[in-house]
């Protein structure tokens, strides 16, 4: 039997995103999950969508995890 903490969930981060607007002027880096085949991310944050492009083979090691990297490109606000 596989001890809990050591199988990856389904749903467990997969995905580092680094760059854009954080909180008091410092750079953001989020952990998610996000399908294989992506290579653009539109995230909503408030209301504005922050948009990140894949690094073609950046990986990263984190937490005994590999994660993908996606960097910020822009920042859209929601029409009113």
């Known amino acids: 039997m596989d001890d809990a903490d ?4 389904a749903d467990a981060p997969n995905t580092v995103l680094r760059g854009g607007p ?16 992506q290579t653009t991310l539109k995230v ?9 492009h894949a690094e073609p083979g950046q990986l990263v090691e984190t937490d005994g995890r590999t994660l993908r ?4 490109s822009h920042r859209t606000y929601v029409a009113e």
Not at 6 to 9: A, E, N, P, S
């Open 6 to 9: 050591t199988v990856l969930r």
């Open 22 to 37: 954080g909180r008091a002027g410092r750079l953001a880096e989020r952990l998610c999950r996000t399908d294989a085949t």
């Open 44 to 52: 909503r944050s408030g209301n504005c969508y922050d948009h990140f």
């Open 69 to 72: 990297v996606f960097t910020w």
